[in-house]
């Protein structure tokens, strides 16, 4: 007799057809946890899903649907809780934004309170910006989801370095032995540091710029060069990433006065020529025009940082497909 | 039709030999045992008999006493279903039938990755070889439009190349190398959408191996290989593979290569 056990069923596989082989951290915390395979995989991701929805109506993707992605915001922004907003939509995932500000935590809520909230609603990924380093860490140990670091203190902002990977990428080719300058408030900046690790990693040379005032103690122990003659180190750059001076973090005064910054170390026509032809200028922005960054450079012709935003969009949608998917099968 | 060692085990009308004191066996005294037409059951009853069972397959006759219990390295007979040249006939021929359905309207050519994107660009250049027009050929990844990106490790992403006319009413060939469980065709189906609304929409592959789970066809067909789930069939192109071939790699059946785990689709 065929009895129903008899009948044949389709069983899943086993082993994966085609498995990713680089593996990725379970959570994207800084950007010294990828690996350069990993990175590589972000990237190509992005290069896939930027091909996949370019020139459509719908730029929409099936992909995350039913899933859920809180962005945690405790600190002011723009463009990244935009972008990871429209990222995550556009994998049509459910999102839910949360600033600090009109929440309980303006109530006094603990952030471990906030984290057991958003664990029993089942966010799927937390994408987290703290004004307090390794906020996002600490979040990790609480929640099941997986947690994105979207900038935290003066520590690391992972995302950012990819989008800029990316868009250094699509112009320059392969990162190997490119020259890339950073320049500015490398004390406070995050984006930095995220920059030097991942560009490091990438194959890159990176040399940091910067008023012997806002250079990091501990700066000899990163994967980059220091001047603080900037005209020497643009000769020959590839690229020039110009970083915000952080007035609302600088307590002291790391240097005399604005004029004087933007004398030494501000970019301006002069300086851009310094640059091959085909070098890029690149600000993650909010810029301070006519401090760090003449007008006349940012809007000119080798400036990318609008394609920058852009580019943004793309990067974060792969690293939320990347950290979603694969979920039942005991995560990456 | 050349029923496998693997598709035939639970299957009504199969030959076996039954145990010497079962009620249906005929009265043959001094032979050996009769071989009787039975109702299909359990593959377990077959060896509970004192005379060892036999199994009738295409391949041979093998014995049940060294059938493997379930094992990832188990044993496969690989036959060669086409070679090289065979490939090329298949792909002249689906290249006629398109024509043929289509007359003279411009189809446009979808291959899906990895090896229906090759498979597209050679039924592209014998279309444009036939009707002296080029053939708009590109390719459709559909890793982002799966139904079982949870359950998997995270798959790379291939390559979407829509050709520059678009897909909006154009008469669209999905083209892919196996079809076997359709989901791969239902995506494609979605990520198509999403790229515009085609005329119509057509499927071109190179071997349908059965097994379906959802209500898919395939319009043009290179080779119909009917296979059991512990099967695997292995397409190489020159391309990836250095070589053009479709080989069927039989699992020695087991019961796990019944009911077991399998592949989906062919790598």
């Given amino acids: ?180 300058v950073v320049v500015g408030d490398v004390l406070h900046s995050r984006v930095a540091r995220s920059n030097v690790l991942l560009l490091s990693t990438l194959g890159a040379r990176v040399t ?37 001076v952080q007035r609302e973090r600088m307590s002291g005064s790391f240097f005399p006065t604005a004029r004087e910054y933007s004398r030494g170390y501000g970019l301006d026509e002069r300086r851009r020529a310094l640059l091959l032809p085909h070098s890029i200028v690149m600000h993650p922005g909010p810029m301070n025009r006519g401090m760090e960054i003449t007008p006349g450079v940012a809007d000119g012709a080798n400036s990318v940082i609008v394609e920058q935003v852009a580019n943004g969009v793309t990067v974060r949608m792969a690293v939320l497909y990347l950290l979603l998917s694969g979920e039942m099968n005991g995560g990456m | 039709m050349a029923v496998g060692t693997g ?45 060892p069972a036999v199994e009738a397959t295409a391949g041979g006759v093998i014995p049940s006493s060294v059938r493997p219990i379930s094992d990832p390295d188990a044993p496969q007979i690989l036959t060669e279903i086409l070679g090289a040249a065979q490939i090329g006939r298949v792909i002249d021929r689906i290249a006629h039938q398109i024509l043929e359905r289509n007359g003279e309207l411009p189809v446009v050519l979808l291959g899906i990755p990895t090896r229906g994107v090759h498979l597209a660009r050679r039924l592209g250049e014998r279309l444009t070889a036939f009707t002296d027009r080029p053939t708009p050929v590109g390719s459709l990844d559909i890793t982002l439009y799966r139904d079982d990106l949870r359950r998997r490790p995270p798959r790379a992403l291939e390559e979407t190349r829509i050709p520059a006319g678009g897909v909006d009413d154009a008469i669209v060939v999905l083209v892919d190398d196996v079809l076997y469980s359709g989901r791969t065709i239902r995506a494609a189906l979605d990520a198509l959408r999403d790229q515009g609304r085609p005329a119509v929409v057509q499927l071109a592959v190179l071997v349908d191996r059965g097994h379906r789970q959802l209500p898919i066809r395939a319009d043009y067909v290179g080779k119909n290989i009917p296979t059991a789930f512990g099967d695997d069939v292995a397409v190489r192109l020159i391309e990836i593979d250095g070589t053009d071939s479709v080989e069927l790699a039989r699992a020695v059946p087991t019961r796990d290569t019944i009911t077991g785990p399998t592949g989906e689709r062919t790598p």
């Avoid at chain 1, 307090?132 to 950012?160: C, I, R």
């Avoid at chain 1, 700066?219 to 020039?240: E, F, Q």
């Fill in chain 1, 208 to 244: 940091l710029v910067a008023p012997p005032t806002l250079v990091p103690v501990g700066v000899d122990a990163w994967p980059a060069d220091v001047s603080y003659d900037l005209d020497a180190a643009l000769t020959g750059a590839d690229a020039v990433m110009m970083l915000r």
């Fill in chain 1, 1 to 180: 007799m065929t009895t129903i056990q008899d009948v044949p069923r389709p069983v899943r596989p086993a082993a994966a057809a085609r498995p990713v082989a680089p593996t990725l951290p379970r959570h994207l915390l800084s950007a010294g946890d990828l690996s350069r395979a990993g990175a590589e995989l972000i990237l190509d991701t992005a290069e896939r899903i930027d091909q996949a929805i370019a020139g459509r109506e719908v730029r929409k993707l099936p992909t995350l649907r039913g899933r859920t992605v809180v962005n945690l915001f405790f600190e002011d922004s723009t463009r990244t809780r935009i972008s990871f907003e429209l990222a995550a939509k556009r994998l049509s995932a459910d999102v839910i934004n949360f600033s600090a500000k009109g929440s309980s935590v303006s109530k006094g809520e603990s952030l471990k309170d906030t984290a057991w909230t958003l664990q029993a609603m089942g966010a799927d990924a937390v994408v987290c910006r703290h004004s307090a380093s390794g906020a996002p860490q600490q979040l990790s140990a609480w929640v099941d989801g997986h947690v994105v670091n979207a900038g935290d203190g003066t520590h690391e902002h992972p995302t950012q370095a990819l989008l800029d990977a990316f868009t250094l990428r699509r112009h320059l080719g392969a990162l190997d032995g490119r020259r890339i």
């Fill in chain 2, 7 to 51: 598709s035939g085990w639970d299957r009504p009308g199969r030959l076996v030999a039954l145990p010497v004191d079962h009620p249906l066996r005929t009265v043959q005294r001094g032979g050996k045992g009769g071989l009787l037409e039975v109702p299909a059951r359990p593959a377990q009853a077959s060896q509970s008999g004192a005379v």
